[in-house]
């Protein structure tokens, strides 16, 4: 028995060591690993950045976000007019060709255009609402019609979701089809979709800057455990991992094999209060949470010290970020003095943790300590995050950790979402202010830059001090690759450059 | 023998044992037919013995008789309460007036309880004595079959075989029973032991008056114990009678070939030289006509055309075969004990 | 007498429980001519069966110890063989049968391949050649259409059968001895009958010896030319049957012969031995027997009485033998 | 053979079974709090959105229709679609499939592997050393989740040794063999603690048996007896354990695949529970009853071949 | 089995080796769990950020987790929530599979059927769903934990007890009791399933194991018990993260639960040996 045993064991280690060396991946094709497989290839139908990152390297749109995530760039759209009063704008699309070889006319941007405002698969409906009419005077001019004036309707052309698809390819498929096997215009196409395994792209020789793309494909790959995702890129299995977990920084970039990119992101993590549940909605008792929270510590202890603490619901290095907004100190005593004033003694706050997410329940337990310090009673309430998601909908909670990435340069948006008491009573926090409202709605139709950046400024202002929510932290996107690979860059939106991207 | 009514009296009962089906697709229906119209009665005080090979339904009948098996057909009555009923008032009278005494004296006795315990149980249940009287019963019910009541504190695996078939007996007595049926409850037990109990319950019968139905497959020990004897094969009782009449004179082949077949402690006799040859078929699968016609020695062709033969009767003494009494001939040991 | 064909003299098995160490196998001596059979008598406990399990070195368990004494095949001490010379002996000189057929075939394999695995394991020799093997040894214990019913599964077989598979299985191998356990307890009486029948005629054809265990003195009495009682693991007495049942000398041998019922008694009470037999971690001092013995004398319960022989070839272990007197049970009753 | 005849008959029994499976499921999976809806919307969720969604996968019909609905999709072969992927469930499943097979098939056999031969030595050596090491081996194995066990695994195999790739499935078939090696191992490595244990005592058990016993006193080699006597029939209620409980290995599958991101239905059904994509979640689980059901059949099917003195 | 051969097997009965040395293992965790306020040198949940992931050192002798908590501290105080669940995530399954097993294999039939297919659903159905499904409804802690062992725990306990009735129904002493005109109620579960029971009090011992590793992996998808308590499948699953910077977070409280798996196999081992069953 012993000895068979012994010779099968050897077998199988002979037969391993031979094999080992075939799986080596074909030399310009890229592989990144990440936490999750794509779930869609129809633009209109997620909302999910598992997605969209993929979308902007296979469809592509009518204006691009730059590389900063500043600024907006030409994409199919070679040139653009907008009329005097804000309301009309005629878009000159370039010379290009989806991947079957058919030209992109102004026919097939309306098609997406008209699709993602009124199909009932789209997620995106209201985002496009304003659009009005669209013209197209001949094959290469689109003019768009909105209904009001809208400073961000630029940037929400950017968004992924309003990728250009072929029309003809979409009525001829079908959507189930074309999601799972889209003809579309971005420098690579899907070659293959193994769902839950990975997405098999190829570079697009009809890209009109097929030219600057260097590698021959990219896969990407599902690899949800954080750590065999990590272990796959230390030993050369794969040549990039994005979702880096924080506390696995410092030892990657010991890796002399690898590299390590923080890349500036919009993300921000805050604490979303319930305004409804009563004392938070006394704007003290808020404030007094703000200073009982000690937010370095936070960056310190969860993010390794890689983030940075936050002092503004607009991102870092984001459109019109105000630097200089009120930071609230650590200060437990004040924090103290604030509840006595307002009255509120035994504060017993209800957390709603994400149950497995990581960074979600380490906050928890921070915070849980923290606040007990300032004499507040946290108790931590975990599940799962879809019930999570509905019971902030509901507002079944006191406080929660949440985070935001913006999808579109501008800072409407979010602002939006978060101030302008929009359908989802401003991110779940039930934060009422009429003024601040107001001023949201004004601010989207400024179309002057420096006023609106003034208009901002003062929203940020007086956000914190309402404090509509706590801001914690801002973090970089942290992705990993071989050395090997060079120009590896993903901008503040998302978006990766893989036409830059070189596998040595 | 009285001419008591009979305590307990079956009429033609069957009783057959559902196995999966036959058939390609398992929707024959099949059976174990271990009762295959027994009719038998037996008089308050009397001993029967019940002998047969394994397999002969002679088990069978005796939990059928005390309505521990639902017979398939037919009818048993117990002292006017019909067993075959199945209603609840009269099955619990059976219940309450009869008892069974098992053959794996271990076996019968639950290995958690304590032999006063297991006793106690059946008086508690029963309601036969008062409560604080039931110490006392206990050991009144021990010293009747013999035992120490101070083993009364022991489990089942702390007493010998011989002690826990006692236990078994006054378990069985603690019921204050009209009738006892005996299931093999001395095959387990070492030859010096077994003589203990046969004389145990010659002693009970003597005292108490008890109706005895005594299974067994050894026929000597039956020869000692019994008023009369029901030889069965296959589900039927082939012949049945005064023991006496039936050991020095069977009428039946089977029982002749049975009778022959026991080994004698005497070196003069030698082995049969022509034992019966063959074994009992399968219950699934009954033979035509006469079921012992396969190993019958006597057998004629139409035993395996004609329908089984029913028991016919001669001085008190029923036999189901066609050969006339004395057509066989007389056991050797019939013929030693002649002899003698 | 020619050398015995084998001889057992003082073979003794222990046993350790928390009471500590119990020989249940003391001292037992007895001998086999060939083509003898040689009726172990005794009721549970009385060491039968472990006596032979020990001289074939089978003993069941972890807790009992290495039998100690002597044994002799055609004169040669094999108790100091090494394992793998001994098992030489197994199966090849001495063949095993059982009383429980059922248990002791395995289960999950026709019978021909058991008896032909045997057959080439001690043999070798082709496939074929063990399977025509295999046919004939089924013939020979009576089994009808041996080809086909070779190529049965034991539960498939009646329990008669069985036990003809049993011993063609162990005379697969041609032993000179056949060691049967109880061959015929489980078995119907005419069953029984049939398979004492059997190993008598397979006695007379081959010249084979038996040790035969049985607690049924009525079996022995007919099958057997010499009995060996056995009680608390010690011989008792030791003769050829005519004598041993016909003079009894040891008051255990009688008093069994006394409670076996016989066919021809009819209802009187039985004479029996009083008490229960000892069970292993409580043996008496002194003749194991003493506590249940009528011919009890002050001695009994002291030393443990040697065997001492009343004729050449019966010897018995009392200090108050039974006399002449006790007779023929059968005949008591009568 | 009508020994075999179960085999007709037996496929019948799987009617109630998922039936049943299929009630709980659709109870159980839509009592989780959590709108699939809201899930997909996110953020962006208005009520006009929301009521869209719904409408499209017929969340807002009562549960007892939706029910209806889905057994009446199931006669036609059909089992809805993915709310998460937009497709047909069973066309997703398929695609799955594969992987968490390979998977399930290896680690058993994997296991039995490294059950043999560890009972064999325990048995043999009973309450020796050797014993007690294989009893350290295989609780060791039991108590460490496989979701730390596999990370070991791929650190010791193949980070620092490379003799393993990572994760992932692989294309070719030597590739799938040589990618399921390290998951087989995890899952082979618990299992197997729990078969080592009961073949230990089988064997134990037969090793004592009469028939063993008999084929000693046959003179057959403690080697032969073991062989041909031994092994064979304690195998039969250890590889019944394994069909008993091939439910729970399926089940346990699903860490698995998540540490070694193969793309089988452990992770398409967690992934799905967690979005709430009922139909998923619903066709997956009928899926699971049904392979379970399966084995169990083929289990069945295996002993009465084994053992012939079994009859169903 | 005969009188005699279980009268031998009495005789060679003593309290085996297995069973002692996993008592003792089960002792030690009792004493642990019990002494924890004395014997653990930290508060549990006591975090000092600057000692975070501290390597073992004599200070914290198996180290610090992410929060700078004390590893030894933590695992010391985790045996009183994992003993509560290595128990009472066995004993409701016990006690409803011993019930259910009971009263299919004796009254047979319909009954028993019924209870069959009930066990082939429970069987054939994904146990991760129902896991996952009852916390996300009752919402995640303890109770819906030991409610989702107990439905689907109970299917091998009624398994084991069920064929252990279906065979001492047919004994000589269920037949005896009946004949003496005892309820149903009382053959059942006074005579028959004390009798039946050995064989899952020693599944027990082994499923308490089973059941804190379903408590991990159940904590490693994301639904386990609150955070901050400690427990050993949390902490190993939390630890994970960690595992190739700091890889005393997970591994003291793995050896915690081998450890303990290894006092249950033995205890169960023994507890077989002890009273003759096979697991």
Request: hydrophobic share 45%; aromatic share 8%; net charge negative.
């Amino acid at each position: 028995m012993n000895r068979r045993f012994l010779k099968l064991a050897g077998a199988t280690a002979l037969a391993a060591l031979t094999l080992s060396t075939s799986i080596a991946e074909a030399a310009g094709i890229l592989t990144i690993g990440r936490r999750e497989d794509s779930s869609t290839f129809d633009p209109i139908a997620t909302a999910q950045n598992i997605d969209f990152w993929v979308f902007m390297n296979v469809y592509d749109v009518l204006v691009r976000v730059d590389k900063t995530g500043t600024k907006l760039e030409p994409g199919l759209a070679e040139s653009w007019d907008i009329s005097e009063d804000g309301l009309t704008y005629t878009m000159n699309l370039r010379d290009a060709n989806f991947s079957d070889g058919s030209p992109i006319t102004a026919e097939d941007v309306i098609y997406s255009l008209t699709r993602i405002r009124d199909s009932d698969r789209s997620l995106w409906s209201d985002s496009y609402k304003i659009i009005e009419n669209m013209e197209a005077p001949d094959d290469k001019t689109v003019v768009i019609t909105l209904s009001t004036q809208s400073a961000p309707f630029l940037s929400t052309l950017a968004m992924p979701g309003a990728s250009i698809i072929s029309k003809k390819g979409m009525e001829e498929m079908g959507a189930e089809d074309y999601a799972s096997n889209p003809i579309a215009s971005g420098a690579f196409t899907v070659k293959d979709w193994i769902r839950g395994d990975r997405v098999i792209l190829e570079k697009n020789p009809e890209f009109w800057q097929a030219d600057r793309v260097q590698l021959d494909g990219v896969e990407w790959i599902s690899i949800p455990d954080d750590n065999t995702r990590m272990l796959n890129v230390q030993a050369g299995q794969i040549d990039a991992a994005i979702f880096v977990p924080f506390s696995r920084v410092q030892q990657l970039q010991a890796d002399p094999e690898l590299t390590v990119h923080l890349e500036p992101s919009t993300r921000e993590d805050s604490l979303l209060i319930n305004h409804d549940h009563e004392p938070l909605g006394k704007k003290e008792v808020r404030q007094a949470i703000d200073f009982a929270i000690n937010k370095q510590e936070v960056v310190d202890a969860v993010t390794f010290g890689i983030g940075e603490v936050a002092n503004s619901y607009v991102p870092k290095g984001a459109l019109y970020y105000y630097a200089d907004n009120l930071r609230r100190p650590h200060d437990p005593e004040k924090a103290k003095e604030l509840l006595e004033e307002a009255g509120v003694s035994d504060l017993e706050l209800n957390y709603l943790v994400k149950a497995g997410d990581e960074v979600d329940e380490q906050i928890a337990v921070l915070l849980q300590r923290q606040l007990s310090e300032a004499g507040i009673t946290v108790n931590i309430e975990k599940v799962d995050a879809s019930q999570q998601w509905d019971m902030l909908v509901d507002g079944q909670y006191d406080i929660a950790a949440a985070y935001w990435t913006n999808d579109i340069l501008d800072p409407d948006q979010k602002t939006t979402f978060v101030l302008g008491n929009d359908a989802n009573m401003n991110y779940m926090t039930r934060y009422d202010s009429p003024e601040v409202a107001q001023m949201v709605a004004d601010a989207r139709v400024e179309m002057d830059d420096s006023k609106r950046e003034e208009m901002y400024v003062e929203l940020q202002k007086q956000a914190k001090e309402d404090v509509n929510w706590i801001d914690l932290y801002y973090s970089p996107y942290i992705n990993v690759s071989r050395k090997n690979v060079e120009n590896f860059y993903q901008n503040p939106l998302g978006r990766f450059f893989l036409e830059d991207t070189v596998k040595n | 023998m009285s001419q008591a009514p009979p305590l307990i009296e079956t009429d033609d009962v069957v009783l057959h044992f559902p196995v999966s089906g036959g058939g390609a697709l398992g929707l024959t229906r099949r059976a174990v037919k271990a009762l295959n119209g027994v009719s038998l009665s037996v008089r308050p005080g009397e001993t029967i013995g019940l002998v047969g090979e394994s397999g002969s339904g002679k088990s069978t009948l005796g939990r059928a008789l005390l309505g521990l098996e639902t017979v398939t057909g037919g009818h048993i009555v117990f002292d006017r309460a019909a067993v075959t009923g199945g209603k609840r008032q009269e099955l619990s009278k059976i219940r309450r007036e009869t008892a069974m005494v098992f053959q794996d004296p271990l076996n019968a006795l639950n290995p958690r309880l304590t032999a006063g315990e297991a006793i106690a149980e059946v008086l508690r249940v029963h309601k036969k004595v008062p409560k604080d009287k039931i110490t006392d019963r206990v050991a009144e019910l021990l010293q009747m079959v013999g035992l120490d009541p101070a083993l009364s504190a022991r489990r089942p695996q702390a007493l010998s075989g011989g002690q826990c078939q006692r236990v078994g007996i006054a378990r069985a007595l603690a019921v204050e029973p009209k009738l006892i049926v005996a299931d093999e409850c001395v095959a387990a037990l070492d030859v010096s032991i077994q003589g203990q109990i046969i004389n145990l319950f010659l002693d009970l019968k003597e005292k108490m008056n008890l109706t005895l139905i005594f299974i067994a497959h050894d026929l000597a020990i039956v020869r000692r114990l019994c008023d009369r004897v029901a030889v069965m094969y296959l589900g039927r009782i082939v012949e049945e009678g005064p023991t006496e009449a039936v050991f020095s004179a069977p009428r039946h082949p089977y029982t002749a070939a049975l009778i022959e077949s026991i080994p004698e402690i005497d070196p003069t006799v030698s082995l049969p030289d022509a034992p019966m040859q063959g074994e009992p078929p399968s219950p699934l699968n009954l033979p035509s006509g006469c079921s012992f016609h396969p190993r019958c020695p006597y057998a004629e062709p139409q035993c395996s055309r004609d329908p089984p033969p029913t028991l016919r009767r001669r001085d008190d003494h029923g036999w189901a075969c066609i050969l006339d009494p004395g057509q066989l001939p007389r056991p050797q040991t019939a013929t030693r004990l002649q002899n003698a | 007498m020619s050398t015995p064909l084998l001889k057992v003299d003082g073979l003794t098995v222990e046993t350790k429980t928390e009471t500590g160490t119990h020989r249940i196998v003391d001292g037992v001596s007895f001998e086999l001519q060939k083509g003898e059979i040689l009726g172990l008598v005794g009721e549970s406990g009385s060491g039968k069966t472990m006596a032979c399990r020990a001289l074939l070195r089978l003993l069941p368990s972890s807790r009992l110890s290495i039998p100690k004494g002597s044994v002799r095949l055609d004169g040669k001490e094999v108790m100091d063989l090494p394992e793998d010379q001994f098992r030489a002996i197994r199966g090849k000189r001495i063949g095993m049968i059982f009383q429980n057929p059922a248990s002791h075939l395995d289960p999950v394999m026709r019978i021909g391949d058991q008896i032909a695995e045997s057959v080439r394991f001690h043999h070798g020799g082709s496939k074929r050649a063990a399977e025509e093997r295999t046919i004939e040894l089924l013939q020979q214990v009576g089994i009808p259409d041996p080809k086909e019913r070779s190529r049965a599964f034991p539960h498939e077989f009646s329990g008669g059968m069985r036990q003809r598979a049993m011993i063609a299985l162990a005379l697969a191998c041609d032993p000179d001895i056949l060691i049967a356990d109880e061959p015929t307890t489980a078995l119907d009486v005419t069953v029984q009958a049939q398979i004492l029948r059997l190993l008598k005629e397979l006695r007379d054809a081959r010249g084979l010896s038996i040790i035969f265990i049985t607690h049924d003195l009525g079996v022995v009495a007919q099958l057997c030319d010499s009995i060996c009682v056995l009680y608390g693991g010690r011989v008792c007495e030791h003769g050829p049957k005519e004598r041993l049942l016909a003079a009894p000398r040891h008051p255990y041998t009688a008093g069994l012969m006394g409670c076996q019922p016989a066919i021809g008694a009819t209802g009187e009470r039985l004479r029996t031995i009083p008490g229960y037999p000892p069970t292993v971690d409580a043996m008496p001092t002194g003749c194991r027997f003493h506590p249940r013995c009528s011919n009890e004398v002050a001695e009994c319960s002291r030393r443990q009485p040697p065997l001492e022989a009343y004729e050449p070839d019966h010897v018995a272990a009392c200090y108050n033998p039974v006399g002449e007197a006790a007779a023929l049970p059968a005949k008591e009753s009568a | 053979m009508h020994r075999y005849r179960f085999v007709l008959y037996r496929p019948l029994q799987l009617l109630p079974v998922l039936f049943g499976i299929s009630i709980i499921t659709f109870v159980l999976v839509r009592s989780i709090p959590g709108d699939p809806a809201r899930i997909l919307l996110g953020t962006r969720a208005t009520p006009a959105a929301l009521e869209r969604i719904r409408e499209q996968f017929g969340l807002n019909d009562p549960l007892w229709m939706q029910y209806l609905y889905f057994l009446k999709n199931l006669f036609n072969g059909e089992m809805g679609r993915s709310i998460l992927y937009k497709v047909d469930v069973i066309g997703l499943i398929f695609e799955r499939l594969e992987p968490t097979i390979v998977l399930v098939f290896g680690s058993v056999l994997v296991a039995l592997a490294i059950t043999i031969p560890l009972a064999t030595i325990a048995a043999r050596n009973r309450g020796g050393f050797l014993d007690q090491a294989v009893r350290v081996i295989s609780t060791g194995g039991l108590g460490m989740p496989a979701f730390w066990l596999g990370i070991m695994l791929i650190i010791l195999f193949s980070v620092r040794l490379d003799l393993f790739p990572v994760s992932g499935y692989g294309q070719t078939f030597l590739e799938k063999l040589h990618h399921m090696v390290l998951p087989c191992v995890t899952i082979a490595l618990s299992l197997s603690a729990v078969l080592t244990r009961s073949l230990r005592a089988s064997l134990l058990a037969e090793m004592q048996s009469d028939a063993a016993m008999a084929a000693r006193a046959r003179g057959l080699p403690e080697n032969v007896v073991f062989r041909r006597h031994v092994l064979p029939n304690s195998l039969i209620p250890t590889l019944n354990l394994l069909a008993v409980n091939i439910g729970w290995l399926i089940s346990g599958t699903v860490v698995v695949e998540s540490v070694f991101a193969i793309p089988g239905m452990g992770q398409l059904l967690i992934r799905a529970i967690f979005t709430r994509d009922y139909m998923v979640v619903q066709g997956v689980a009928m899926l699971f009853a049904v392979a379970s059901v399966l084995v169990n059949f083929l289990a069945d099917i295996m002993t009465v071949t084994l053992d012939p003195r079994v009859k169903l | 089995m005969s009188a005699r051969r279980r009268g031998l097997r009495r005789l060679t009965g003593h309290v085996p080796q297995p069973l002692m040395i996993g008592a003792g293992i089960l002792i030690f965790f009792i004493v642990l769990a019990v002494g924890a306020p004395v014997i653990a040198p930290y508060d549990p949940i006591y975090q000092d950020i600057s000692a975070r992931l501290a390597p073992p050192s004599l200070v914290h002798p198996f180290g610090t987790d992410n929060f700078g908590r004390d590893i030894l501290s933590r695992v010391i105080w985790s045996t009183r929530i994992d003993l509560q669940i290595a128990f009472l995530g066995v004993i409701f399954p016990f006690i409803i599979g011993t019930a259910a097993g009971t009263i299919a294999g004796y009254f047979g039939g319909l009954t028993d059927t019924l209870f069959m297919r009930l066990i082939d659903i429970v069987l054939a159905f994904p146990f991760l769903v129902l896991m996952l499904a009852i916390i996300a409804i009752l919402g995640p802690g303890l109770a819906s934990f030991y409610i989702a062992m107990a439905l689907v725990g109970w299917v091998s306990y009624a398994r084991l007890v069920r064929a252990q009735i279906l065979v001492l129904k047919q004994s000589d002493f269920a037949m005896a009791a009946k004949s003496l005109g005892f309820s149903h109620w009382r053959i059942m579960f006074r005579h028959l399933l004390p009798n039946a029971l050995i064989g899952s009090i020693v599944f027990a011992m082994s499923d308490a194991v089973l059941v804190l590793l379903n408590g991990a992996a159940i904590s490693y998808l994301g639904l386990g018990v609150q955070p901050p308590t400690a427990e050993w499948g949390i902490m190993v699953a939390e630890g994970q993260a960690f595992i190739s910077i700091a890889w005393w977070i997970a591994t003291f409280p793995g050896l915690a639960i081998v450890l303990l798996a290894f006092g249950f196999s033995l205890l169960a081992d023994g507890l077989g040996e002890k009273l003759g069953v096979r697991p």
